[in-house]
């Protein structure tokens, strides 16, 4: 087998000397180098699913977007409704480009009547920047807040309880996908109940100065360090989409199917494409695979007769399930639950069977925040 | 851990002879590197494989990597164990976690391998 070495020139987030003192593998990603796992992705993984984790997702990025006109440009700038959110609440929406791809995959949490933060990805994120800076009126303000914000995931049915611990103020009427400011040493962070693992979880924004000492708290009252690897597996689990492979600049965000992020009542960046039901021509779906060996992104779909009928975007082996499952694009009249297809690899076939999203059944996240207090 | 009765390739397997047979497999450094392994491919007994060919694949959750004969023989025996429980080669890359075995394999081909000193001091020169 081929070891390949790390790159160089890569930026570290504030928790790299943790990451690396405390023996994680590490791995450029999004132009960071990242803790890919800890112990193991498996393990990192079912502790998630059993217990609690604590992620470093501090290479991502946070737009803080405010003044009159905020509201109006965000709605222009994102597929799904804006005005109807609650101040607190926190929103999954695509910033799509004209042709109806994305620009980016984003959550933008609603500080004010008219004051936003938006959490972006990290390989776009200077992208994001651009594009919506461009696209905002004079009168809307956008700071870049991404090195001065630290974040760190904190998933799995024991999180409620860490959390508890760590924090000064109470949270246990948090709502999902809802945030409050909390208070930690003193200094306000806020806290949303949000992830991407589907379990019970927060994502916690701080000051650079405090994400050393949170992560360590974190895992002293229990939880436990998990890399990028874990992440990836428990969100295709899920269902949910990544950056870059299921979303992306040339794919119609329609065709994702998470169509109850985007708007049909208003008009969008994108939307004359987007809401045009004759322009999806595939489907996103996903797949168990029969056996342990796994699809890889860019293997492509083939139907009863042979025929080529799309192509994976994600593939891995399931830590919950004890099997392969996938991800990927199909088009729309072969994409029905259900359906066997073959996945033809580079030196192999494989056999996989639509399934309905998630994959994975056993999901908290959505479950009362009082259970597990 | 690098047992001095194996020999070893730059690509991170590892050969022992057991009499006629000569067992494959990887290092504990490539499952390290590898993390979780979750599929193995094994080659076909009966399969005649050349030195340097690709004849089995390991998939860890992240990634696929072929495993090269490290000399030239014949595939006599295979672990079937590992279809079930390829994490075997996580846990005991040396023992239990063994690939496959090579019979009427050419034993000149050794020499041109390293011995365990070599390969610490290859992994060494990785860093």
């Not at chain 2, 990887?26 to 009966?46: C, H, M, N, S």
């Given at each position: ?119 972006v990805n990290a390989a776009t994120q200077e992208t994001d920047f651009k594009w919506i800076k461009y696209h905002l009126s004079k009168a809307t303000h956008i700071e870049d807040v991404s090195d001065k914000t630290a974040k760190i995931d ?220 | ?54 004849c089995s694949v390991v998939e860890s959750v992240k990634a696929a990597s072929d495993i090269f004969a490290p000399i030239s023989g014949e595939v006599a025996e295979i672990n079937n164990s590992l279809e079930d429980a390829p994490e075997k080669?996580?846990?005991d890359p040396h023992g239990d976690g063994w690939i496959f075995k090579l019979k009427d394999f050419d034993e000149h081909e050794l020499s041109g391998l390293m011995n365990a000193g070599a390969y610490k001091a290859f992994l060494e020169s990785?860093?």
């Amino acid at each position: 087998m081929i070891v390949k070495g790390i790159l160089m020139g890569m930026k570290k987030t504030i928790l790299y000397d943790i990451h690396e003192s405390g023996g994680a593998k590490i791995s450029p990603f999004a132009g960071y180098l990242m803790p890919i796992q800890y112990h193991g992705i498996i393990a990192e993984h079912l502790a998630t699913r059993n217990r609690a984790t604590v992620f470093d997702t501090c290479h991502m990025g946070e737009f803080h977007i405010c003044g009159g006109s905020a509201l109006a440009d965000l709605e222009n700038l994102l597929s799904c409704q804006v005005g109807t959110m609650e101040i607190g609440q926190c929103r999954y929406g695509f910033l799509c480009n004209h042709q109806g791809g994305a620009v980016d995959d984003q959550v933008t949490y609603r500080l004010g009547e008219n004051d936003f933060l938006m959490v972006v990805n990290a390989a776009t994120q200077e992208t994001d920047f651009k594009w919506i800076k461009y696209h905002l009126s004079k009168a809307t303000h956008i700071e870049d807040v991404s090195d001065k914000t630290a974040k760190i995931d904190l998933q799995g049915p024991q999180s409620a309880k860490i959390m508890q611990k760590v924090m000064e103020d109470r949270i246990d009427d948090m709502k999902f996908y809802h945030f409050k400011h909390n208070r930690y040493k003193g200094r306000q962070v806020l806290v949303s109940r949000t992830g991407y693992t589907g379990e019970i979880g927060f994502e916690i924004y701080c000051d650079n100065e405090i994400g050393i000492p949170l992560w360590n708290d974190c895992i002293e009252n229990g939880a436990e360090p998990a890399g990028l690897g874990a992440r990836d597996t428990l969100r295709l689990e899920m269902g949910l989409p990544l950056y870059g492979n299921e979303i992306s600049a040339d794919r119609n965000v329609a065709e994702s199917g998470l169509l109850r992020y985007i708007a049909t009542r208003k008009k969008f960046i994108g939307s004359p494409v987007v809401l045009d039901e004759s322009k999806r021509k595939y489907s996103l779906v996903a797949m168990f695979l029969d056996d342990r060996r796994t699809a890889r992104a860019h293997d492509t779909l083939l139907d009863a007769e042979g025929e080529v009928t799309g192509l994976v975007t994600s593939g891995s082996f399931s830590p919950s399930l004890g099997k392969a499952i996938a991800m990927g694009y199909i088009s729309k009249s072969s994409s029905r639950p259900g359906t066997v297809v073959t996945i033809r690899a580079e030196r192999y076939e494989l056999k996989g069977t639509i399934c309905k999203v998630p994959l994975y059944k056993g999901a908290t996240w959505r479950k009362n925040l009082k259970e597990f207090l | 851990m690098i047992p001095d009765d194996c020999k070893y390739m730059e690509t991170h397997e590892w050969i022992k002879i057991e009499e006629t047979l000569a067992a494959v497999g990887i290092t504990d450094y490539a499952q390290e590197a590898l993390g979780d392994i979750t599929f193995v491919e094994l080659p076909r007994p009966g399969t005649v494989v050349k030195k340097g060919q690709a004849c089995s694949v390991v998939e860890s959750v992240k990634a696929a990597s072929d495993i090269f004969a490290p000399i030239s023989g014949e595939v006599a025996e295979i672990n079937n164990s590992l279809e079930d429980a390829p994490e075997k080669i996580n846990e005991d890359p040396h023992g239990d976690g063994w690939i496959f075995k090579l019979k009427d394999f050419d034993e000149h081909e050794l020499s041109g391998l390293m011995n365990a000193g070599a390969y610490k001091a290859f992994l060494e020169s990785q860093e």
